[in-house]
């Protein structure tokens, strides 16, 4: 394979840059820019094929399976100015079989070295998405490797499951000691709840990386648009005092206690009095029954027309300022608000709290998979002995579909929409 190289931190002026060079030529690439590499770490001048200074630079030098790569790694911290990290990349694409690096190639390699499994490579490429606390925590978790783990776990007890039925496969003719089939029942009972609790989360962990939708409904000039405004800190939505001003749904999105919140600004629900009003009321219930948490801003009483509120959602009154009795905001002057968001962020959060490891619509499809693989063999498991060898095959599709959570079987078809989304360097 060819050795690559790239920037690796942010382009544009910085106090430091750090530029990445690994596979088999760095070491011999390293010396011809630096004269001598140091054991781990050191100070060296980077000169150019004339000899001439190009920059001091930290150089860092990673053996072979000691790199996040897996492979012979330099890395040179070097001043972070535009010209020199021209410099010392135009050097660096002057060795023959050393070249730039596609975006995602050093993972790539990460992933093919067996650095890193597949679902940590999704966990790193959230990690360097992430915007708010609750994103980092729970990509660093799958970075981590805890998917893997699981998916570990479930894969030893379906071993087990499945050599056990096959051990009655083999001896079919003979007296077999004991039944299995308890055992192998009480492995596929045990994975599937497993696997289940994990399909739950799943559903949650998604919403944290997306962010999670909350709307703000009610009837006209109950103070929606003044209360996204306040929330929002600037004048995102247009306000009015004529009825029917929000025409269509007003996004603003907002890291709300760590949780990644997009607010929703819908049309005054009432009784339509055109064809443009109607649209916008018709698309306010639309995206408010697909929010996670809906808002009820009432007036004088009313929650509009169209939508009830779910069990977790939250009825305020609006225009606090007017005067308005029990729990009421005022998206003028503040009341209110604090408590407001605290209610938001206390539903949130515990929603947040049952996310599981699995954070992509793939690792829920793949998690499914198995499930419904486990219960048809467990239905096969009932019916007999003789039906061992359909239980088995069942079980083995379980595993398969565990496999590909992790990168094991099924991976080629998903590397490049995963690795597309990385950066040069990375």
Known sequence: MDTIFALASARGKAGVAVIRVSGSAAFRVGEALCGDLPAERGVRLIRNAAGQPLDQALVLRFRDGHSFTGEPVVEFQVHGSVAVIHAVLGRLGEFEGVRIAEPGEFTRRALENNRLDLAQVEGLADLIEAETEAQRAQSFRVLSGAL?????????????????LEATIDFADEDVPEDVAPEVLQLIDKVRASLEEERVGAGIAERIREGFEVAIVGPPNAGKSTLLNALAGRDAAITSEIAGTTRDVIEVRMDLGGLPVTVLDTAGLREAED??????????????????????????????VGLEPQPEDIVVAGKADLGADGFAISGKTGAGLEELVQRVQSVLERRAARAGTAIRARHALAIRRASEALARGRAEVELGADRSEIAAEELRAAIRALDSLVGRVDVEMILDEIFASFCLGK
């Open 148 to 164: 893997g783990k699981k998916a570990e776990g479930w894969r030893k007890d379906l071993i087990r499951a499945a050599a056990l």
């Open 275 to 304: 064809k443009v009003e109607e649209i916008g009321i018709e698309r306010a219930v639309a995206r408010a029954e697909q929010a996670d948490l809906r808002v009820f801003l009432t007036a004088d009483g009313s929650r509009g």
